[in-house]
């Protein structure tokens, strides 16, 4: 029955779990670490809360549920979520790994897993030949990225896991940009879902955490093995408040997307930018794998404004949207990615992956969508005047007059 519901519906009810024992309509935050165990024989469901805890539980069945999954599981980081599962691998096992992936998931490639004797291969994921060819006898899992992180290069999902299940390895997608609402890796043929749910399912910059949902029941096992021994689990009030943020996620990321959309639309037209990266576009050279697996172009995009003088003066003219670091919450985030979320590249990685000097990567949140319009257009008016060997204060917009 419950399968029939939309997915609006489903998302409620996944992240409402009525108490048994008092009717309370939200989860109890379990604060205990230890729990009594009746019989000295036999111990109950729960003993310590690293290895289980009723209120981390609900949330991992719920981000199970949604993604399609057998199971679950809450991190105390997007990063500890990820790095769990590349230590599904072991020394002389090799990844299959885009080559504009994220810093952290570069970092922790090339600076830890290495040392483990772990190998991968950077590649074009939007080129399939290329993926095939990277692929080696000890190949374990094709790692994917869909829209890649800052330029929104699209991976056909299923194209990849079909690569990946020919060749007997697994694929890991992470998902954090779409979350749940608008794509589903797992009906596409993944094995593994990730989030850094710091971003869109938290949706308000409060908490950092991480989710990981298994397609089958033998990878979810050595999952939650290495989750146990690991220990890097979501404390109890942070998953808390990501079960708050499930509620209302539908609703944030659908209203988010709609203006992106406006957005990316308004900087395509404007000749001071160079480039608009948003998978929504029709002339994005992914916007028809996008369309075919995902219910829509997502709500963070980029734009090239050719330089860091230009993109500076774009940022210090702007005045809605905050300048750092994460993405996917209510308030707007603008963000620069050479010195921020792919940092960790140098700069000829950087080229490679196609990341700019001028690039800046937008978060849309939920502010009215003609304000942020006009705030992008005081900053454009920024980079414009320094052509022209004037900078100005720029126009003024509605209530930041």
């Known amino acids: 029955m419950a399968d029939s519901f939309g997915f609006s519906t489903r998302l409620i009810r996944e992240s409402v779990a009525v108490d048994k024992q008092t009717g309370a309509a939200n989860v109890p935050v379990y604060l205990s670490s230890t729990f009594h165990q009746k019989s000295f024989d036999q111990f109950g469901k729960y003993d310590y809360s690293r290895s289980g805890n009723p209120t981390r539980e609900v949330l991992e069945q719920a981000i199970a549920r949604l993604e399609g999954g057998v199971r679950g599981f809450a991190f105390a980081s997007g990063m ?10 072991s020394s002389g096992d090799h990844a299959v ?8 998931t570069f970092r922790i490639l090339t600076q830890v897993l290495g040392r483990l004797g772990i190998e991968h291969t950077f590649v074009n994921m939007t080129d399939l030949d290329e993926v ?5 006898p ?18 056909d999902i299923h194209a990849i896991s079909q690569i990946a299940r020919t060749h007997r390895c697994y694929t890991f997608a992470d998902n954090t940009f779409m979350s749940p609402v608008f794509q589903r890796p ?19 910059s409060d908490v950092v955490a991480g989710l990981a949902v298994a397609g089958g029941e033998e990878l979810a096992e050595k999952m939650y093995f290495l989750q146990n021994a690991l220990g890097a689990v979501l404390g109890v009030q942070d998953a808390w408040l990501l079960l708050r943020g499930l509620k209302t996620l539908d609703v944030r990321i659908r209203r988010s997307a709609a203006s992106a959309r406006k957005i990316a639309g308004f900087l395509a037209e404007q000749p001071e930018v160079r480039h608009v990266y948003y998978p929504g576009l029709p002339d994005h050279p992914g916007h028809a794998v996008q369309a075919r697996q995902s219910e829509s172009g997502g709500a963070v995009l980029s734009f090239d404004l050719g330089n860091e003088a230009g993109a500076r003066l774009f940022v210090d003219r702007v005045e809605i949207p905050v300048f750092a670091v994460s993405l996917g919450a209510v308030e ?7 010195r921020m979320s792919h940092a960790e590249l140098s700069p000829d990685e950087q080229k490679d992956a196609g990341i700019s000097s001028g690039l800046l990567r937008l978060s849309v949140g939920l502010e009215d969508s003609e304000d942020l319009i006009c705030d992008l257009r005081r900053g454009l008016s920024a980079v414009r005047e320094s052509k022209n060997g ?11 007059s």
């Open 97 to 104: 790994v885009p080559k504009n992936v994220y810093g952290g």
């Open 186 to 204: 797992l009906a596409l043929g993944a094995d593994l879902v990730l989030h850094s749910a710091t971003k869109f399912i938290s949706g308000h």
């Open 332 to 338: 707007s985030i603008l963000s620069y990615p050479p």
């Open 390 to 400: 004037a900078v100005r204060s720029g126009e003024s917009c509605g209530r930041l």
């Open 132 to 136: 095939e060819r990277a692929i080696r």
């Open 80 to 89: 500890a979520a990820i790095s769990t599962a590349f230590l599904l691998l």
């Open 138 to 155: 000890n190949t374990k899992v094709i790692y994917i990225e869909t829209p890649s992180n800052p330029t929104f290069r699209i991976t």
